[in-house]
């Protein structure tokens, strides 16, 4: 089994006196993709936001290979191979599409846009265009783009499926799947829990900030028990 390339251990987030993330620890092995489901308000965006640095964690510790990043400012993970994809995309509509990849590389020394645009021609063909015009898809594209132009070994998703049209979703999970297939590590953080869990290796289910359950995706997917409770109707 290789290293754990993220190792977080007993986090605890607080805002003011909302307790939203308590006791929280798993590891994602690298190569793998690891999901975070829940349902919303659980305090998954608040778990991956003290691992990428964009939140303080009151307490508990994140090892990205083997070193404590534990308050290390995103822009300094970026540099380092951890990217994180928030939640609602935030592009800057008014720059081109080709200035938000720019933007993707700057704390990362420059990085390689032309892969970005081999891989989503779409952004090639409109890159003189404010990254506003493009549908609520394509900017989740963008945002995803944005994020490996960094060339991160472990990217983290914040619901990258919110809002989008079924058909809009398959594609989402399609480049989530090529890019753990390229070597990327991917932590997904997702609502659409089973979608999440078909594309997983492994998940962890969070329930009032804390991890109620944790195992095979399959063996998740499999206990009624765990499904009829948190994952909802098909
Ligand atoms: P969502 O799917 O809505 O993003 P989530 O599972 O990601 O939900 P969090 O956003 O981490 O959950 O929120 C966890 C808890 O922390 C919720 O009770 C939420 O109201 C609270 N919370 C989140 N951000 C803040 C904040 N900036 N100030 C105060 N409370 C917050």
Do not use: C
Request: charged fraction near 20%; charge should be negative.
């Amino acid at each position: 089994m290789s290293e754990p390339i993220l190792q977080v251990t007993d986090l605890h987030v607080a805002y003011g006196r909302v307790e939203a993330v308590r006791q929280v620890s798993f590891s994602i092995e690298t190569g793998s993709l690891v999901t975070l489901v829940g349902a919303n308000g659980a305090g998954k965006s608040s778990v991956i936001n003290a691992v990428s640095g964009i939140v303080r964690p009151r307490s508990g510790t994140v090892l990205f290979e083997g070193r404590d990043i534990t308050r290390t400012p995103s822009h300094r993970l970026v540099g380092q191979g951890l990217v994180q994809v928030p939640e609602g995309r935030q592009i800057l509509g008014t720059l081109t599409i080709e200035e938000n990849l720019q933007l993707g590389g700057w704390h990362a020394g420059g990085g390689r846009i032309g892969e970005i645009y081999e891989r989503f021609p779409v952004l090639h063909e409109r890159r003189d265009l404010p990254a506003g015009s493009l549908s609520g898809g394509e900017q989740q594209m963008l945002a995803i783009g944005r994020a490996l132009v960094a060339r991160p070994k472990l990217i983290l998703l914040d619901e990258p499926s919110m809002g989008l049209a079924p058909k809009v979703v398959d594609e989402v999970f399609r480049v989530i799947e090529e890019i753990r297939a390229g070597g990327t590590t991917v932590l997904l953080v997702e609502q659409n829990a089973r979608r999440a869990l078909r594309a997983a290796d492994h998940g962890y289910v969070l329930s009032s900030g804390e991890i109620v359950h944790e195992g095979s995706s399959a063996d998740l997917l499999a206990d009624d028990r765990i499904v009829q409770a948190y994952l909802g109707m098909e």
